[in-house]
């Protein structure tokens, strides 16, 4: 049995995910961490993106908004605003969120708030890239 570190994503509103995984990859503030069992102890801001993790054989990846990771040799702790799953992913409704914001972002009226759409066109692309089935893990 290949070895494990168990997972933990939450959110102020729920647990998202807590399973013993083999390896994941984090968008970390400064640059994607790819993260093993017995990792060495480390806290990171994460940016918004997409965690990609490889479990029992299957690589899938969560969506994830901006927040905290905390890592120890047996557990990682990711603390988001928001996380969703592939299966738990309105393609439809990210898909809209991306248009809407990419108007905004195209726009030139001066009561755009460009940070706030810019956030949230980088959540809406990493929630079309969540549901997408090419993963490549970077240890
Ligand atoms: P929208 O404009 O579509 O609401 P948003 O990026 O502003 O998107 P958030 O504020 O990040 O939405 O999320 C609010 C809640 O809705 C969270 O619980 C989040 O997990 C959920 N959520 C947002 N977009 C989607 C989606 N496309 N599919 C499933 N859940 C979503």
Redesign the pocket.
């Known amino acids: 049995m290949p070895p494990t570190i168990r997972l933990e994503v939450v959110?102020p509103?729920r647990v998202v995910y807590s399973e013993d995984i083999n390896l994941m990859e984090a968008p970390a503030i400064d640059g994607a961490i790819g993260i093993l069992p017995r990792h060495a102890p480390l806290v990171t801001v994460l940016k918004t993106g997409v965690l990609k993790v490889a479990s029992g054989g299957k690589r899938f990846k969560i969506a994830i908004?901006e927040g905290f990771m905390e890592v120890k040799p047996d557990q990682i702790n990711v603390v988001v605003?928001?996380?969703?799953l592939p299966h738990?992913?309105?393609?439809?409704?990210?898909r809209?969120?991306k248009e809407?914001a990419e108007e905004r972002l195209r726009s030139e009226r001066s009561e755009i708030d460009f940070a706030r759409a810019e956030?949230?066109l980088e959540?809406?692309i990493a929630?079309l890239k969540a549901v997408e089935r090419d993963i490549d893990i970077h240890e």
């Open positions: 959110t509103e908004s605003r928001t996380a969703e738990e992913i309105d393609v439809e409704r990210a809209k969120a809407r956030a949230a959540r809406a929630r």
